[in-house]
Structures are given as structure tokens and as C-alpha cells.
């Protein structure tokens, strides 16, 4: 139970909507009604355990959910690491980046990030993904370069649902 709610969005109150399955209702509502009024909509999401490459069942079945609603593009943060990519009905979900502007962590997964760039086209669909590895050096995110891109790729090909790097 969280204590405190301030940070709660409300009608005339910005703030942010939980991603839990008790906030469901609210979060389908939320991307129904702005999915109305953009043509492509990208959902950051704070989710998952922290330090765990693993993809819950609850995080796949709110990611569902949100696609389900509306929502184009479903970015994950939270658990400090990289974590799988899924496509669910030809839309992707990144269940974590990792993290990207961090201190340098004792954790070498930590350590990591994956930068995505999606491209859609004019009627809002996806067409491209392309996601660049990196390490996080002196605070800011920085590309992997050679076998060191190479291996992440595979670490990270190992995390995905049903996608795959080149």
C-alpha cells in the first residue's frame, strides 16, 4: 500500500495513473481517451522488479492491456536493467531500457541501457524498430561498439518474447 498518492493524477491535477492490475480501469481510460486525440501514443510505464531481467506475468499482462486500450509504443522503466522486447499485435513493448542517465553501479547489468528508435508511418504504423545497446559512462548513455554490441545483442535476444536483434 503506498502511503501517499500527491503524485496522483486527477481530472485538473497533472501527475501520473498506477500501472498496477488495481489501476486498470483508470489506465485503459486514460489511453482510450488521449489515444482519441493523437496519432501515435507512446506509454512510459514504471514497472517491474528491480534488478531482474525477468518479465512478470503482471507486466505482460498490463502491456496486453495498454495495447489493448490504445497505446502504440509501451516503454518500461524501473528494474535498473535491460529487459526483453515483445511485439503483441504488431505493436512493441519494452518491457525495460535499463537504465539510461545513471551513476556508474557496482552491478555491471546496471550498467547497461538499450536507446529505441521506432519509426511509423503517416497513418501511425510501426514500420521500423531499431534498438542501439550502450553502456551508461560517466552518467549519460553511450553506444556498444563491436563484440561487446555483439554479446549484448545476444544477452538481450535471450530476455525477448518474440523478438529478435540483428
Known sequence: MVPSVDWYAGKNKPGIVGAYKVHEKE???AIQ???KICDVLVVSVHWGQESS???REEEQYIGHC???AGADIIMGHHPHVVQGIEIYKGKPIFYSLGN???TKSRIELNNKTIM???T???EG???DINVIPGNIINGKPTPMEDAERDSFIRHLNSLCVNYALD
Open 27 to 29: 489506465f485503459v481510460k
Open 33 to 35: 481517451d488521449i489515444k
Open 53 to 55: 531481467t525477468i518479465i
Open 66 to 68: 495498454m495495447i489493448d
Open 100 to 102: 539510461f542517465i545513471f
Open 116 to 118: 529505441a528508435n521506432v
Open 120 to 122: 511509423v508511418d503517416k
Open 125 to 127: 504504423n510501426i514500420i
